[in-house]
């Protein structure tokens, strides 16, 4: 089974020793896909707009492996307070309600950043 690993230019990849996307075999695991934009910067100061700029980022990450939204068979929603379940949900709805894959959203305490409201994890399988 071939194994790829891709990285998106995230700042924390390289220091911390992770991989955006890995590819191995026809799956397609992402992680780490956060509120933060293409020049690093976070975006918007609400938990909607930040699972908005998180799923654009599973996107990208999918497409360096050769993936696509509609292939996504499972996603992770971590959220600082469960109170932003509606935006995330809705959120994650307008990404990947065509083909809505099976998901969990879990409250955690904290993200690497304080000012992050969501990450992001998907598994897709694209043969």
């Known amino acids: 089974m071939s194994l790829e690993r891709f990285s998106s230019g995230?700042?924390?990849?390289?220091?911390y020793g992770y991989s955006r996307a890995v590819r191995a075999g026809d799956f397609v695991f992402v992680a780490g896909c956060t509120g933060v934009d293409a020049q690093?910067?976070?975006?918007?100061?609400?938990?909607?707009?930040?699972?908005?700029q998180a799923c654009r980022n599973v996107e990208a990450a999918?497409?360096?492996a050769g993936a696509r939204v509609d292939q996504v068979v499972q996603t992770r929603m971590y959220?600082?307070?469960?109170?932003?379940a509606d935006d995330v949900g809705r959120a994650h709805?307008?990404?990947?309600?065509?083909?809505?894959?099976?998901s969990a959203m879990v409250e955690i305490a904290w993200l690497i950043d304080q000012?992050?409201?969501?990450e992001v994890e998907a598994t897709a399988f694209a043969p």
């Not at 709805?93 to 099976?102: D, N, Q, Y």
């Open 40 to 52: 690093g910067e976070l975006v918007g100061g609400g938990a909607y707009e930040q699972m908005e």
């Open 62 to 64: 999918l497409a360096l």
């Open 115 to 118: 000012r992050m409201l969501v």
């Open 10 to 15: 995230g700042r924390w990849e390289q220091a």
């Open 93 to 102: 709805a307008e990404a990947f309600g065509a083909a809505p894959p099976v």
């Open 79 to 84: 959220v600082r307070d469960i109170n932003f």
